[in-house]
């Protein structure tokens, strides 16, 4: 099983990206998928979460009102749609399922893939 995030690239403040996340081996349909970040030399930080049982979506404080996580279970996909980029935002963006635990501790989580560089310019 094998996570893969992409979508990220060079963006100006205020611009807008969507991330998506792909898997192989593994159907997300029926995973919750959480979003994480990670700027270097700090943690990998919570941005977001997705339930399959019903669509709801939970997101860290700097996400809310920007940021925006679905899913599109024919193409076993899940996006992440970031606008109103802040520099701040810059950072290795990760996706990965939710195995138990707190939603927004990072070892609540596996299958983590490769993540995606977004780096948001003044």
């Known amino acids: 099983v094998q996570l893969q995030a992409s979508g990220g690239g060079l963006v100006q403040a205020g611009g807008s990206l969507r991330l998506s996340c792909a898997a192989s081996?593994?159907?997300?349909?029926?995973?919750?998928v959480g979003w994480f970040r990670q700027a270097p030399g700090l943690e990998r930080e919570f941005v977001g979460v997705?339930?399959?049982?019903?669509?709801?979506?939970y997101y860290a404080d700097f996400g809310k009102g920007r940021f925006t996580i679905s899913r599109d279970e024919a193409k076993n996909a899940v996006y992440l749609q970031m606008n109103s980029l802040k520099t701040e935002d810059t950072a290795v963006y990760y996706c990965?399922?939710?195995?138990?635990?707190?939603?927004?501790?990072?070892?609540?989580?596996?299958?983590w893939g490769q993540g995606t560089q977004v780096t948001v310019s003044s």
């Open positions: 990965a399922v939710y195995r138990g635990g707190r939603y927004s501790d990072p070892s609540a989580y596996n299958y």
């Open positions: 081996g593994r159907t997300l349909s029926t995973d919750d």
């Open positions: 997705i339930l399959w049982f019903n669509g709801r979506t």
